[in-house]
Structures are given as structure tokens and as C-alpha cells.
């Protein structure tokens, strides 16, 4: 295993978190715009602790989608390393281990009454604590179907992974590669 199962849910939530956004989303349209749709978010990802069901919850999170995209995007690691630990210290991550929900001891970073956009930003901060950590940056691409903007992150054993999960981009690339084949002969 490359990461802890709690580092990489977080990862995962991330990704679909910033996949919502208008130009990563499969529909080319913003997926985060409804209360319906941050509850279908929330509860897929498996984030516990209180939810307000605000106007301002969402916008919060709705925002906070710019800032883990950037983590993709910053080149030099320094920057990312500075990203995190302002979201770390913005949250006020205070670190402690729990146990619920059958996933055994792990670290949830700020309480469970934090804003819910805080719980997200830090523990997704937290996770990429661990991808630096583990020099596993690379790990953490965009989409390499030419006409995609979503972000995935490689689980995979031999960093071969290339295409995100949103819009069938790896089939899409296939076929387009194997039809100009089929046409240059």
C-alpha cells in the first residue's frame, strides 16, 4: 500500500471535489452549484462531522475547489509545501487520532463542528502532507486526454495511470488514436 486508506480517500475526495469544477466536469458544467449536489459530494466521500446546510457552507466549498487545483498545478514544490501549510494553519489542523466507521485508528485534523469547508481543506492538506512526505508528487496529474482538465491522482503500482475518471478520457484517447491509425494506412 503507497498511502494510508484515510490519506487516500482524501486524495480521492480531492479529486472529484476539484473535477466538479466547470472546465475538469464531465458535462463542461459547474457540478457544485446545488445543496442536492454537495450532499451527493459529501456523502460519497465519506466526510463525517456536522453540515449547516448553508448557502455559505457551499460557496465556501465551492471555492476552496481553486485552491486543491492549484496544488495540482504549481510546479515548484516549495509553493505546494506553502499551500499546504497555510490551508493547515487556516483550518487550525490540530491533529489527533480517531476511530470510527471500521477504518481503525486514523488522523482527523480539526473537530468535528469545524466549518465543513475547514474539515475538507485540512484534510485534504493533511493527505498531501504525506504525498510530499513520501516524494510522491508525481503521482498527482492532470488529465492527458488532450481536450481534459481534470486532475486524478495515480494509485497505481507503476505510476502508469494517465487518464482521470470523469469523462472516459482513456477510451476516448484509444479510440481516437486507432481511428487516425486506421486512417494514415
Known sequence: MLFTHDVELSLAAATTLVNTLPDASHS?????????????WFDGEGFTGDRLHTTVELESLRALRLRLRALWETEREIEVVSAVNGMLAEGGALPRLVDHDGFGWHIHAN???????DRVMVEIAMAWVDVLRQGERARMKRCAAD???????????NRSKRFCDVGNCGNRMH???????????
Not at 479510440?175 to 494506412?185: D, G, K, N, P, Q
Request: aromatic share 4%; net charge negative; proline share 5%.
Open 28 to 40: 463542461g458544467e459547474d457540478e457544485l452549484r446545488t445543496m442536492t449536489q454537495l450532499d451527493a
Open 111 to 117: 473537530a468535528p463542528d469545524a466549518p465543513l469547508a
Open 147 to 157: 481536450d481534459c482538465e481534470a486532475v486524478l491522482v495515480d494509485f497505481s503500482r
Open 175 to 185: 479510440v481516437r488514436a486507432f481511428r487516425a491509425r486506421s486512417a494514415a494506412s
